[in-house]
């Protein structure tokens, strides 16, 4: 089950680079909320800050406050946790390439020590099921590699490895801008379905996908949070100039 | 004139190349020649014969070499493979990986000879006398700069998509390092092992003063144990030409085992060392 | 709470998407929310392991620190070890003879007076190790022009393992080789025509009659250090971009013109780089000289005569040192081997580096 994230100032910066500047939001549990900007406007970023990959890259920082539920993921826990509680499907497809269908999916568990078998079959069942992968590739699961599918099946390979760990949260950093349309409109039709259950936050630089799958909208510009509101009112009747700019393709 | 000068340049390098050829191949018909002639089933399972008598083998030396390499790799292959994890994986950019790199390149250049006298004052001088041990240290720390530089430029090829899927999903660094990165890369640590296995295997000068040889069985590592190219230079300098006939058939097995493990280096490499990581 | 929410859900989506058969569904769907809280609840239960990343990052760390402490260990042994024979001889000892009271011929290494001067070594490594270089350089530098501008596409690879392997033969297999085929050579062939040819020039005496010594060291030496050369010549050579090559192309100029001055001259910092890592690995080498070079501790003008290097001295002398002084010289031409091997090698890194920074890596 999902829970809200809340972000009170927060600021990132790479370096010198301050790409991200006070912003303050708040997620609804159980809802996908969609991220768009002109790329470089800081919304992958963000997404990394909700599970703290930001900082894995060492020149990284970050300051100001997130709450995953009432957890404050900078004061109260290591990152390792936060991580096990938000699952992230990255931009382009990345199963690990050693292991079988099976075990990619089965990672997260595996990797943190879970060793029961017989519920490890289910979890992983469930998982591709979840994820709509489950009737391409029930008859290999552990004979072929995870490298092997096809770009679109890898990446739902990658977001039913990310549900197996039962994520609380599930960020999504453009999931579908390396994909084909077909498997585009597959991911789509897998958020849509997933967003009951999990929070799912959505980075895109395409509009109509986010139209499409979230009910809440935040428009993104240089670092800075221009908008956010139901989806309906930002392509419809946003109440910034930058962001009505941006939706009908003045710039961007 | 200068069309004239351009196939006479041409003609310089195909002989320069012709010329470099030469010798490989004059070296490996020789050795085949004249080792084939001297391998039999004795050489390999027989001890040498005293001076005088003929037959004999190199069963002992073969047995030494096994075990001294045994030794070395137990040495060499996990501080090699450590030093190479640190250097991707930790050190990126910082002046402590260039300082390591720079000292792996130096231990790499030191000749082994001198590796052979720094054992022999290391460990045959405080232990009072010559022995497996102090041989299998000199071999083992031949082999890590080898394995430390494999290790990390194989390390460095698995991209870093790779790792961010480990983290993301909440596992702790060093098992995603070890189940997931160095797993990945494993096809090309192996053979950055068996290169520098393959290199060791051959070397003759470090276990002069430290292995030292022996004429007979032995599997004690405080002993001194035979080894195959020590062998073969003894028996290379002594005026028997019974012994001449067991050094060619030496090293005819030597360079087999040798050829061999390029070759299988080769074949990896070239079928891509990260099959499947894009 | 959570299977309160699925049905309505199901219904929506069902609209969306064309369902799978939906009793199926719908059982594992209830089994599993049981087993999310399960996990959720184990993944909890887990540790941030810190101590265990900490653990390995510094056993990784250790394991980089220890070859700063086996190169440290190995120079503080040398440097211990050769103590005696600095205090007995200082920096005389690199390059003073001095003379035989019976004869008044300078003497250099006189294990039987415990007078040692290591000068014969140094000369003979030299010698040696520029006699290879005569003999490696051009052949290397025509072999990697050949690699990378002219030859076949088909040939290559064989090529390029064929330098390989001569890399990975042992040097007790070279010298195997050198002693039963090249000695002989040498003495049957090649020695009595130089002698003839060249012995007015003083550099061919007719005194030695073995066929070993300085020639048949350095041949095999530049036999040897031919691939190391070759590769690394060919590296910096394929790091010169390929816009210098038509560059000079589009002047009208032939193939050797655009090698010349589109590619030699470009790389032709860091063909010296490859030439002095050749060279530092013909400073070191052992057993094949060794087994070639005739083992003598005098100077000879002579290249046919017999020297000795300094990596040859240890390996012939160091198990029978009589002595603690004689071994503790042998410790310090050890000692300056090391030094002098350092020096060379990051001499020539650096040069390599120089060429080959910023360009595609083309180790395979």
């Given amino acids: 089950m999902g829970v809200g994230i809340e972000v009170t100032n927060l600021n990132a910066w790479y370096g010198t680079n301050h790409t991200l500047q006070e912003i303050n939001l708040k997620i609804p549990a159980n809802h996908a909320t969609a991220l768009i900007g002109p790329s470089g406007c800081g919304k992958s970023t963000f997404v990394r800050c909700i599970n703290r990959m930001h900082e894995t890259n060492p020149i990284a920082r970050v300051t100001g406050t997130v709450r995953i539920g009432d957890l404050d993921i900078y004061e109260d826990a290591k990152p390792v946790e936060i991580r096990r509680r938000v699952g992230m499907v990255f931009q382009r497809p990345n199963p690990f390439p050693t292991m079988s269908i099976y075990d990619n999916v089965a990672a997260g568990l595996k990797l943190n020590g879970y060793s029961n078998r017989h519920e490890l079959d289910e979890i992983v069942e469930k998982s591709l099921k979840n994820s709509a992968l489950w009737d391409e590739v029930k008859d290999d699961l552990r004979k072929k590699s995870g490298a092997s599918l096809s770009g679109g099946q890898q990446q739902r390979l990658c977001i039913a490895r990310a549900l197996a760990v039962d994520p609380e949260v599930l960020l999504m950093d453009e999931p579908a801008s390396a994909l084909d349309p077909v498997s585009t409109s597959k991911i789509e039709d897998l958020i849509f379905q997933l967003k009951s259950q999990y929070t799912i936050v959505i980075v895109t630089h395409n509009m109509q996908q986010a139209a499409r799958v979230a009910e809440n909208t935040g428009f993104f510009l240089n670092g800075r949070m221009v908008e956010f509101d139901s989806t309906h009112k930002i392509f419809t009747n946003p109440s910034d100039k930058r962001t009505e700019d941006y939706i009908t393709g003045r710039f961007g | ?278 | 709470m959570v299977i309160a929410q699925v049905p309505e859900i199901r219904i929506h989506q069902s609209q969306l998407l064309p369902a799978p058969g939906s009793p199926e569904e719908k059982r594992p769907a209830k089994a599993v929310s049981r087993e999310i809280s399960a996990i959720r609840a184990f993944l909890l239960s887990r540790g941030n392991s810190a101590m265990a990343d900490r653990g390995f990052h510094g056993l990784m760390v250790l394991c980089a620190l220890s070859i700063f402490g086996i190169v440290a260990l190995i120079a503080t042994e040398l440097v211990l070890r050769s103590k005696m024979a600095w205090g007995q001889f200082g920096l005389d000892f690199f390059y003073k003879a001095y003379l035989d009271t019976y004869t008044g011929q300078p003497m250099y290494w006189d294990p039987v007076n415990g007078h040692f001067s290591a000068l014969p070594f140094l000369y003979g490594t030299l010698v040696s190790s520029f006699l290879a270089l005569l003999m490696a350089v051009p052949l290397a530098i025509g072999i990697a022009v050949f690699l990378t501008e002219m030859c076949p596409r088909w040939l290559r690879a064989p090529l390029a393992f064929t330098t390989e392997l001569l890399a990975a033969i042992p040097s007790v297999i070279y010298g195997l080789w050198a002693v039963f085929v090249l000695v002989p050579l040498l003495r049957e062939h090649v020695n009595p025509w130089l002698i003839k040819g060249l012995g007015w020039t003083g550099f061919f005496g007719d005194d030695n009659p073995t066929g070993l010594g300085f020639l048949a060291a350095g041949v095999i030496l530049a036999i040897m250090i031919l691939p190391i050369v070759s590769s690394l010549t060919r590296e910096v050579m394929l790091a010169v971009p390929h816009s210098q090559r038509e560059a000079v192309l589009a002047l009208g100029a032939t193939r050797w013109e655009m090698i010349r001055m589109g590619v030699l001259r470009n790389a032709r910092i860091g063909i010296v780089g490859a030439v002095i890592l050749g060279l530092g690995r013909a400073l070191g080498e052992t057993m094949a000289v060794t087994m070639v070079i005739g083992n003598s501790s005098e100077i000879h003008r002579s290249l046919l005569a017999n020297g000795s290097t300094m990596a040859s001295v240890i390996a012939n002398q160091f198990a029978e040192a009589s002595g603690d002084l004689h071994l503790s010289a042998l410790m310090e031409i050890g000692l300056a081997l090391f030094i002098v091997t350092i020096i060379v090698n990051a001499f020539a890194r650096l040069l390599v580096w120089m060429v080959t920074r910023g360009a595609p890596s083309s180790t395979h």
Avoid at chain 2, 115 to 122: C, D, F, H, V
Avoid at chain 2, 240 to 258: K, M, P, Q, S, T
Wanted: hydrophobic share 55%; glycine share 12%.
């Fill in chain 2, 1 to 278: 004139m200068r069309t004239l000068t351009d196939h006479a340049v041409t003609g310089l390098a195909v002989l320069a190349t012709v010329l470099v050829v030469a010798p490989l191949v004059a070296i490996f018909v020789y050795l085949v020649y004249k080792g084939a002639s001297s391998l039999n089933l004795d050489f390999f399972t027989q001890i040498p014969k005293p001076v005088g008598e003929s037959g004999g083998g190199m069963a002992n030396a073969i047995g030494g070499s096994a075990m001294l390499l045994g030794l070395g790799s137990l040495i060499g292959v996990p501080i090699g493979i450590g030093g190479g994890i640190f250097l991707a994986e930790f050190g990126r950019g910082t002046k402590l990986a260039n300082a390591v790199r720079f000292t792996a390149d130096v231990l790499n250049g030191v000749p082994s000879i001198v590796m052979g006298i720094a054992a022999y004052s290391l460990v045959v001088v405080p232990q009072g006398h010559f022995s497996a041990f102090s041989g299998g240290v000199a071999l083992g720390i031949m082999m890590i700069p080898t394995i430390c530089r494999t290790t990390e430029e194989m390390l460095l090829m698995v991209p870093n998509a790779v790792r961010e899927a480990a983290l993301a999903l909440g596992v702790p660094n060093w098992r995603s390092v070890l189940a997931i990165t160095v797993k990945t890369a494993s096809p090309g640590i192996i053979t950055g092992c068996m290169l520098a296995f393959a290199r060791v295997a051959g070397e003759t000068a470090p276990l002069i003063f430290t292995a030292f040889g022996n004429a007979f069985w032995s599997s004690n590592l405080n002993q001194p144990i035979a080894a195959l190219p020590l062998q073969i230079y003894v028996y290379a300098i002594s005026p028997y030409e019974d012994w001449h006939r067991l050094a060619w058939a030496g090293a005819l097995v030597l360079i087999v085992l040798i050829v061999l493990a390029v070759s299988l280096v080769r074949y990896v490499t070239s079928r891509g060392v990260l099959k499947g990581a894009s």
